[in-house]
């Protein structure tokens, strides 16, 4: 494919290409079209497919829930825990996703007149998923039914304590499966092995699944007349505001119902019915409708902090509240706890980033001792957008137990070289999807860990790095990079991971003025040849390649600037400004 521009080889060393077939106007089957369908097409969307994508709704997307193995089975279930009042449970995960999937199925089963409760483990203390020291507790406490979302897949021990205590368990995961399956009355998760037509939604996070589960519920007590004699039924669409924000801040890929889920979800948080977002929303000091963006980096850390730093149930209770006062207490504490993650993670990340600046290895695992466990995930994040490669960051204990955050870049399974790591013997306990993993260690095993890992994913990180280029969807003069194009380009949203945020490269421009914001920013005033003056910002590269060359830049010397254009919500008129991915020099 030829470079955009003639850029073969731009500040951070790679060429700019169009991106699809759709932008390549020498191609046989090239026709103009409308921006939107350009930007549709560019992200593998069928011609024929068009009119579902530019408007996605859960109608036009939404599977049949029986599809699913042991979906209908664990509906029947709860449908008869709801009949009988029983005292049932929602096991979740401490992260956005288990918080917002055990927030979904309380307040469905709330509506339908059952007080379940949550129960999220304390990461520190507990660890990852169901123990089962905390199912038989719960047994004995008086469940007769746990429902335990974004967990559990991997529970072997633990079920089989919970089944020897006598408690019924319903697993709601998304998690990666081994090819046996927990003993348990129900496994409902798409990426079972022995999934068939199921599989096709593996990407869906836990909180979808959960809905699904919702809906094949709502169904059964529909077919047993349950809502025959006035009871209301629930509607189950006010809860998508909590499935977009679960589903965007675990990263899961926009694609299909997923992208229906959040376009749908955010008209419902915009409503802002949830009295717990809605605090949330005040404590993240948004001013107007949430964005998809705002899910994944003003939202989503607020509820991550309580799980990573603070208390674990934080989240679902802020999730669940009917009482204002309670929210915006909830909202501020997870706020304050926010401030003190990034704090931590600050220094975590310097260290990380000393490690793993000697390494080559496919996959960068960096392990210490003193590391806050609460963080690493994020560490882990950071290092793969750094090193463009896959990251495992463990933070090992004084008993030398390690337990580990992975992070992992697209067309590399994570999630399955984990979980071969585990049957290898070489991980106490480990698991998770295609992109993000977690695992426990013995510290003496982290070497042969990598080793294990170079040979299982050296191939598809070589591959993944074969051919990277800077891909862009328009190339405008700097005077088009307007409010206008920003709502152009939003329609063709909601953007997130596999359906990537539209990048645009404008110029050519000069540097009228750049310095250095915040914790490493790069803030620049461009002057275009048209005589349009252009705001950017280059997020933590301060100290890279393309930060140092804004700030070095000569009056003189032109650029080309690529990334993506933003609403300027500060002054007083509407204006765009361009969030840098790179530049290159115009001559």
Not at 278 to 304: E, H, K, V, W, Y
Not at 530 to 536: C, E, M, Q, S, V
Request: with cysteine; glycine share 12%; charged share 25%.
């Amino acid at each position: 494919m030829s470079a955009i521009l003639n850029i073969r080889q731009s500040i951070l060393g790679q060429p700019w290409q169009w991106r699809g077939l759709a932008n390549d106007a020498g191609g046989a089957d090239y026709t103009p079209d409308d921006l939107v369908t350009q930007l549709l097409l560019a992200r593998g969307c069928a011609r024929e497919d068009l009119d579902r994508h530019r408007a996605p709704s859960i109608r036009a997307f939404m599977p049949d829930p029986s599809i699913f193995r042991d979906m209908d089975r664990a509906a029947e279930r709860i449908a008869d825990a709801v009949a009988a009042n029983e005292n049932v449970v929602i096991f979740g995960d401490y992260d956005v996703d288990g918080a917002t999937s055990a927030a979904l199925l309380i307040r469905l089963l709330r509506d339908l007149g059952l007080a379940a409760r949550a129960y999220i483990p304390d990461r520190l203390m507990e660890g990852y998923g169901p123990s089962g020291e905390a199912l038989v507790r719960l047994k004995r406490e008086g469940a007769d039914l746990i429902v335990t979302v974004d967990c559990g897949a991997q529970a072997f021990e633990a079920l089989e304590m919970a089944r020897d205590a006598g408690v019924d368990v319903i697993v709601v995961d998304h998690h990666k499966c081994a090819a046996a399956l927990p003993v348990a009355h129900a496994v409902v998760n798409p990426n079972r092995l022995d999934e068939a037509e199921g599989a096709e939604h593996g990407h869906l996070a836990a909180v979808g699944v959960a809905f699904l589960l919702g809906a094949a519920l709502l169904r059964v007590l529909r077919a047993r007349g349950w809502f025959a004699g006035g009871r209301a039924e629930p509607r189950l669409l006010d809860l998508l505001d909590l499935v977009a924000l679960g589903t965007v801040a675990d990263v899961a890929s926009l694609r299909g119902l997923n992208r229906a889920f959040v376009a749908q979800g955010l008209k419902v948080m915009a409503a802002r019915r949830n009295i717990g977002i809605n605090a949330l929303i005040g404590a993240s000091r948004l001013t107007r409708a949430p964005s998809c963006s705002d899910l994944g980096f003003a939202l989503g850390p607020r509820i991550n902090a309580g799980g990573r730093v603070g208390r674990a149930d934080l989240g679902v209770r802020l999730l669940t509240t009917d009482d204002p006062d309670e929210a915006r207490r909830i909202a501020a504490e997870l706020d304050q706890l926010n401030q003190e993650r990034r704090t931590i993670e600050g220094e975590v990340q310097a260290t990380a980033e000393t490690l793993a600046g000697g390494t080559a290895h496919a996959v960068a695992v960096v392990a210490a001792p003193g590391w806050h466990a609460g963080v690493i995930g994020i560490v882990a994040g950071r290092l793969k957008e750094k090193l463009g490669r896959p990251a495992i960051v463990i933070a090992i204990d004084e008993q030398g137990i390690g337990k580990g955050s992975g992070r992992s870049v697209w067309g590399v399974d994570l999630g399955a070289a984990i979980l071969a790591a585990k049957e290898a013997g070489l991980l106490i306990a480990g698991g998770g999807h295609a992109m993000a993993a977690g695992l426990t260690i013995a510290a003496d095993q982290v070497d042969a860990l990598t080793a294990f890992l170079d040979a299982r994913l050296g191939e598809a990180v070589a591959r993944a790095g074969i051919g990277r280029a800077l891909l862009v969807d328009a190339v405008l003069a700097p005077r088009a990079v307007n409010p206008v194009l920003v709502d152009a380009l939003e329609q063709g949203g909601p953007y997130g991971m596999g359906w990537p945020a539209p990048r645009v490269a404008a110029g050519p421009v000069r540097v009228v003025k750049a310095d250095v914001v915040g914790t490493g920013h790069v803030r620049a005033i461009l002057s275009g040849d048209d005589g349009a003056t252009l705001k950017a910002v280059a997020f933590r590269s301060a100290d890279t390649l393309l930060g140092q060359a804004l700030l070095a830049a000569p009056p003189h010397r032109r650029l080309w600037v690529a990334g993506r254009a933003r609403r300027d919500d500060w002054g007083a008129r509407p204006a765009a400004e361009l969030h840098l991915d790179d530049a290159a020099w115009a001559e």
